[in-house]
């Protein structure tokens, strides 16, 4: 079953400017990870926040994770063309490695 | 490069055949892998895991005789489509953890088109 919730569906930003997706879930998490999926590809791992993280950075991303609202963000500052895509936000549980999906933010990086 | 192939990247069927797909994990061994199916403006959902040595575990709703899964070694894991139906038509895609560095690979999918 789906459990994430992601706002908002879509963003179109000019570039340069800094683009803020969020994520919420439902069940309690070992750690939340981000993926980007361009149009029709696989995905590709951003970054990964433990439940007993806050924050996190790698480039231009930031995560933060808030686990007693069970929501997270991704911020990309400086936004390019190419960060157009598909971003996700996926939780698993304690019982492995299977992922939850949010339902996506489509980033549109206007140039 | 690629960590996880998967193959083929494309396929056209025909109604009742199957069609088989791969997914290996290049780096590493993995004795789980994961199957998603995704279709258009969607999100992934999880299918089923893949197991090596053991049957694949199949989530709620998802016919394992329908969606074959066989864990051939500890790097190649395949999903067949049997009888595909237009309603089968999809991006497949599936994802290998990798338990050194906590990171879950996907493969670069597999779209699906029954006709």
């Known amino acids: 079953s789906q459990q994430g919730e992601e706002d908002p569906q879509a963003l179109s930003i000019q570039e340069g400017e800094n683009a803020t997706m969020n994520c919420s879930y439902k069940t309690s998490i070992n750690n939340l990870q981000w993926y980007r999926q361009n149009s029709g590809r696989g995905l590709v791992h951003l970054i990964l926040i433990r439940s007993n993280e806050r924050e996190k950075h790698s480039g231009r991303l930031r995560v933060t994770l808030d686990t007693s609202k069970k929501s997270s963000s991704l911020l990309i500052t400086a936004s390019r063309a190419a960060d157009t895509a598909s971003y996700f936000c996926?939780?698993?549980?304690?019982?492995?490695?299977?992922?939850?999906f949010g339902a996506g933010t489509i980033l549109r990086v206007k140039s | 490069g690629a960590v996880v192939s998967q193959h083929p990247s494309w396929v056209i069927c025909k109604s009742g055949t199957s069609v088989k797909i791969e997914c290996r994990s290049l780096d590493f061994q993995a004795t789980t892998m994961f199957w998603y199916r995704q279709f258009p403006k969607q999100s992934l959902m999880l299918m089923a895991t893949?197991?090596?040595?053991?049957?694949?575990?199949?989530e709620q709703g998802v016919e394992k005789d329908k969606f074959l899964i066989n864990h051939a070694s500890l790097t190649l894991s395949t999903l067949t489509v049997t009888s595909a139906h237009p309603e089968d038509s999809s991006f497949y895609i599936c994802s290998v953890p990798n338990l050194r560095d906590d990171t879950i690979y996907f493969g670069e999918g597999s779209w699906l088109t029954v006709v």
């Open positions: 996926a939780t698993d549980a304690w019982d492995g490695n299977k992922l939850v």
């Open positions: 893949s197991n090596e040595g053991s049957k694949a575990t199949y």
